[in-house]
């Protein structure tokens, strides 16, 4: 049945508030974004040297075993460099990238990869970014205690006017907020590491990295009906 007295009447007087609530917790997972370069004046050199590299990047993550959550290649490029030669133009060098990110649930371990990645010749490593899974039991808690907040809210004007809420007559939700930057978002806090030299003697110390705390909102809209007070 429509609801054709959205405002209550004098018999159903409606009490309409809102909950708030929001947590602080750890990260479940990290990720960085790797851009592999190479370039070279041979079109099918360079490609070679670049799906060889690539298989490398991708073997190496993929020794993390159980701890990379994700993996996934973005962005190819394979560009020729023109010059000019006389009247008219030839191509001088060919510049190939691939973009790969991958998430990890182990940060010690992520920190360990990020150095070898690093330590590679003609590789950018960006980040880390910090979130939680979308079915993070975070989220459900912190949307419990928005709940909770706005039925104490509604009790306690309720008692203001020496009545009782009588039954609730709506729940709305305008979503519970991860503010926790994607890898299309500028992320705080994230790091761009330059590559290292190529055959370095000695690999270098795995970086410690501090994961960064999560904050997760929530916020419910609630419509009461209250037993009518004697004012």
């Not at 040297?49 to 990379?68: E, H, P, S, W």
């Not at 990890?104 to 939680?132: C, H, I, K, Q, S």
Request: hydrophobic share 35%.
């Amino acid at each position: 049945m429509t609801d054709t007295q959205p405002y209550g009447t004098p018999d159903q007087p409606r009490l309409a508030v809102h909950g708030e609530a929001h947590l602080e917790v750890d990260p479940e997972l990290a990720g960085i974004t790797i851009t592999i370069a190479t370039r070279g004046p041979d079109r099918r050199a360079t490609l070679d040297d670049l799906t060889r590299r690539n298989t490398y990047v991708v073997d190496l993550i993929k020794t993390y075993g159980d701890t990379v959550e994700k993996l996934e290649t973005g962005a190819f490029t394979l560009t020729p460099e023109l010059t000019r030669h006389g009247r008219g133009e030839r191509v001088r060098t060919y510049h190939g990238s691939v973009r790969i990110t991958t998430e990890l649930t182990d940060f010690t371990a992520l920190g360990e990869l990020t150095t070898r990645l690093a330590d590679l010749e003609l590789t950018r490593v960006d980040g880390p970014w910090w979130r939680l899974r979308r079915d993070s039991p975070a989220h459900t808690e912190v949307r419990r205690r928005a709940v909770h907040q706005a039925v104490a809210r509604a009790r306690e004007y309720a008692d203001a006017l020496d009545t009782t809420l009588a039954a609730l007559v709506e729940l709305s939700d305008p979503g519970a907020e991860v503010p926790t930057p994607g890898y299309g978002m500028a992320p705080a806090g994230a790091r761009s590491f330059s590559p290292g030299a190529a055959g370095a003697a000695e690999p270098a110390p795995a970086l410690d990295l501090e994961p960064q705390r999560q904050t997760v909102r929530a916020r419910v809209h609630a419509r009461f009906i209250m037993t009518p007070p004697s004012l």
